[in-house]
């Protein structure tokens, strides 16, 4: 808890508390004691009825032993070391009640408050519990491949450089690359996405994911301690210690209030003594003492935020802290980058138009040969459809933010945007291409244009049903992008945004946030890769990055992360802040209620200190329940289906025969025949083969495919 609330004083480690927390409400030891509080309570209640005044108030005191061993230690302990909570609070009523002969309203006291001081940590360990729970999806055992055959390991004594052996149905222990087998994995768990994601030899994989069928020898990249789940769990835990501007609201209110009411309180037995009876007055300072605690309100806070924290990383949105989480829940306008983020970064040709006397080979030859060494996204899409044996060019020149020239079988060749290399004759097809949301570059070889290359990042299924999510809850969306214009505006049409700027370099995305929070009330968001759009990201009010599982740059850096590839979790995650936002005022609101309709009738004597006891711990469990209301999360449904393209490709790949889903094991009468293609690497931008299995003479095993 904070100092300032219902805690001690004493600093704790809640990295360590959360994991030794008891898991079960009755196996807290403070719920425990004020169990015990509560019966001796109820039964000094029963033995004073029939006048049994000498039991009653033996029972009351145990009560008032029980109940206050689990505040008074810690908050004699921080007196000494001079912190003053709300823990001293309550210790210096409670031995004043005890002082003036109301042993009843002690023994209430105490048992109230323990109650509260146990809920609280019950429900903070429990929200930090679900964070560290990821750490639960690491198997108990690993099986890895060593010189002398099949070993079964501990996590812990993984190393990098093992080879993981993961048979299916099997949980991933640590990230790796894929050495052997072909498979798909469920990664709900880790990304928050239920769609499996196919992976073969080459392909990184993060631990957690589950191995859906076949099995697959894995190299580890990273120990079990240094993973990405640990990572998250790591990061979050840091976060969750960063506070918002409602909790420092809330702390800069609760700190100062703990002394100011002590000094409330001496006044009102001070000047009272002097003009009425002062055993009155105490006693009414004694309640005063207990209605003006600050403690729902600084717990109002920090319970919220740790809730809604530890629920949206379990559903892969991973927020860095209250300060992000309320800054989301402002936010009125989302930029969106157009490549990796509107699109899902796996761009492919789709036209090659040649020149006159020229053919569709020749062109490609040429722009692979350029291409070959090329890290560019649109580098890895031509070389992916190139044909296998491709010449590299000679004295290769990349001219930033136009294209790439060199030499290619002697003679001097070119690629890049149509406005660096003009197309002559076939501008009209460049428009054509453009208008369809096709990136476009020309090729020249030997001062003559030969034809051009259409490439398309085709648009992620979802971007549609994301933007139209967040327009109803009210955001308005731009898209900023470094592609041309026609392009741009083609698929931004497609996604439903209308708020366009295109032919952006890194600096200008952030020049263009700066006037869009300057032109719009309330907040900015940028969402990007974490990488490339760094300017746009630091400049925007909050920093989303996406797809960012595995990519500790933008982990580390972004204030949210979204760690999968589903963009519906950007309007999920603003959804969820804005509540997480509504229940932080709501509980600051009737925190600072309480506190200021309590005082008044606590001076003039019209409550008594059971009944603001009963009131004030109502008001903090009523505070905490509400709090923990922000855990809730509801998972996403299925990605929807992909949208059909709207050109037809003209360079057309082999006829594949249809292919087995996997759920459909093939028949035992015909074996499966591999067919190779070539897909881009999402991590690595280069091609890496992956196999697809047709679907054998036998048909398929069920009819969900159908």
């Known amino acids: 808890m904070s100092d300032a609330c219902c805690g001690?004083?004493?600093?704790?480690?809640?990295?360590d508390s959360a994991a030794e927390q008891p898991h079960r409400l009755w196996q807290v030891r403070e719920l425990q004691l004020a169990a015990a509080a509560g019966i001796a309570l109820v039964a000094g209640f029963v033995a004073g009825r029939p006048g049994f005044e000498t039991a009653a108030t033996v029972l009351h005191l145990g009560a008032a032993a029980a109940g206050g061993v689990t505040f008074v230690p810690g908050a004699v302990k921080a007196l000494w070391r001079r912190r003053i909570g709300v823990?001293?609070?309550?210790?210096?009523?409670?031995?004043?009640?005890?002082?003036l002969g109301q042993f009843t309203e002690a023994a209430m006291l105490a048992f109230l408050f323990s109650i509260s001081e146990a809920l609280e940590d019950y429900s903070l360990a429990r929200t930090r519990q679900g964070l560290r729970a990821l750490?639960?999806?690491v198997p108990g055992r690993v099986r890895v491949l060593r010189a002398e055959g099949e070993a079964i390991i501990g996590p812990a004594e993984l190393r990098v450089g093992d080879r993981m052996l993961v048979r299916a149905g099997d949980r991933i222990a640590s990230d790796g690359i894929v050495a052997e087998g072909r498979s798909s994995l469920d990664t709900a768990a880790v990304t928050g996405e239920s769609v499996p994601v196919e992976v073969g030899p080459g392909d990184v994989v993060f631990a957690g994911s589950i191995n859906a069928h076949g099995a697959l020898v894995i190299e580890a990249t990273a120990t079990v301690a240094d993973n990405s789940l640990a990572k998250v769990v790591r990061v979050v835990e840091d976060a969750q210690q960063r506070k918002g501007a409602r909790q420092r609201l809330a702390d800069r209110l609760a700190r100062p209030l703990v002394p100011a009411v002590m000094v409330l309180a001496a006044t009102i037995a001070g000047f009272g003594a002097l003009f009425g009876d002062p055993g009155v007055w105490i006693e009414r300072a004694l309640v005063v003492l207990v209605a003006a605690a600050p403690c729902a309100l600084a717990i109002s806070v920090p319970v919220t935020v740790i809730a809604a924290v530890g629920a949206a990383t379990r559903l892969g949105v991973l927020i860095?802290?209250?300060?992000?989480?309320?800054?989301?829940?402002?936010?009125?306008?989302?930029?969106?980058d157009k490549t990796g983020t509107l699109t899902r970064n796996q761009p492919a040709v789709v036209e090659i138009v040649p020149a006159g006397g020229h053919t569709r080979e020749q062109i490609h030859a040429v722009a692979a040969a350029l291409e070959s060494?090329?890290?560019?996204?649109?580098a890895a899409a031509i070389l992916a459809a190139a044909p296998v044996a491709v010449v590299t060019a000679a004295d290769v020149t990349t001219v930033p933010g136009a294209g790439i020239e060199g030499s290619v079988d002697g003679r001097p060749a070119r690629l890049g945007k149509p406005g660096w290399v003009t197309p002559g004759v076939l501008a009209g097809e460049v428009d054509r291409l453009q208008d369809t949301g096709v990136t476009v570059a020309v090729v020249e070889h030997d001062h003559a244009v030969i034809g051009v290359i259409g490439v398309r990042d085709e648009l992620r299924p979802e971007a549609a049903d994301t933007v139209a999510a967040l327009r109803a809850a009210g955001v308005r969306v731009a898209m900023l992008t470094g592609d041309?214009?026609?392009?741009?505006?083609?698929?931004?049409?497609?996604?439903?945004?209308?708020?366009?700027?295109?032919?952006?370099?890194?600096?200008?995305?952030?020049?263009?946030?700066?006037?869009?929070?300057?032109?719009?009330s309330g907040a900015v968001a940028m969402v990007g890769d974490g990488v490339n759009d760094a300017p746009a990201l630091a400049t925007a009010d909050i920093g989303i990055a996406m797809g960012a599982m595995g990519t500790?740059?933008?982990?580390?850096?972004?204030?949210?992360?979204?760690?999968?590839?589903?963009?519906?979790?950007l309007p999920q995650a603003v959804a969820h802040a804005r509540r997480a936002r509504t229940i932080m005022l709501q509980n600051m609101g009737l925190s600072a209620a309480i506190v200021v309709s309590l005082v008044p009738l606590a001076a003039t004597g019209i409550l008594g200190l059971a009944t603001v006891v009963f009131i004030h711990e109502l008001a903090e469990v009523f505070v905490i329940a509400n709090g923990v209301r922000a855990?809730?999360?509801?998972?996403?449904?299925?990605?929807?289906?992909?949208?059909?393209?709207?050109t037809a490709p003209a360079v057309q790949p082999e006829p594949a025969p249809a292919l087995a889903c996997a759920c459909c094991p093939p028949s035992n009468n015909a074996g499966p025949v591999p067919v190779t293609q070539a897909r881009t690497n999402l991590l690595t931008l280069a091609p890496s083969p992956i196999t697809l299995t047709p679907t054998p003479a036998g048909g398929r095993d069920c009819d969900c495919c159908d």
């Open 631 to 646: 855990a809730r999360l509801r998972p996403l449904h299925d990605t929807p289906a992909p949208e059909p393209l709207d």
């Open 320 to 336: 860095k802290g209250g300060a992000a989480l309320e800054t989301l829940g402002a936010v009125r306008t989302v930029a969106l």
């Open 8 to 15: 001690t004083g004493e600093p704790r480690d809640d990295h």
């Open 87 to 99: 823990g001293a609070l309550m210790t210096i009523a409670l031995f004043g009640a005890l002082v």
């Open 484 to 520: 041309n214009t026609r392009t741009a505006i083609a698929l931004a049409a497609r996604a439903g945004i209308d708020d366009v700027h295109a032919e952006l370099l890194p600096t200008d995305k952030a020049d263009h946030i700066t006037r869009l929070r300057r032109e719009r």
């Open 135 to 137: 750490l639960a999806l």
């Open 373 to 378: 060494r090329s890290e560019h996204p649109l």
């Open 552 to 569: 500790g740059v933008a982990i580390e850096t972004a204030d949210i992360a979204l760690m999968g590839h589903d963009l519906r979790h």
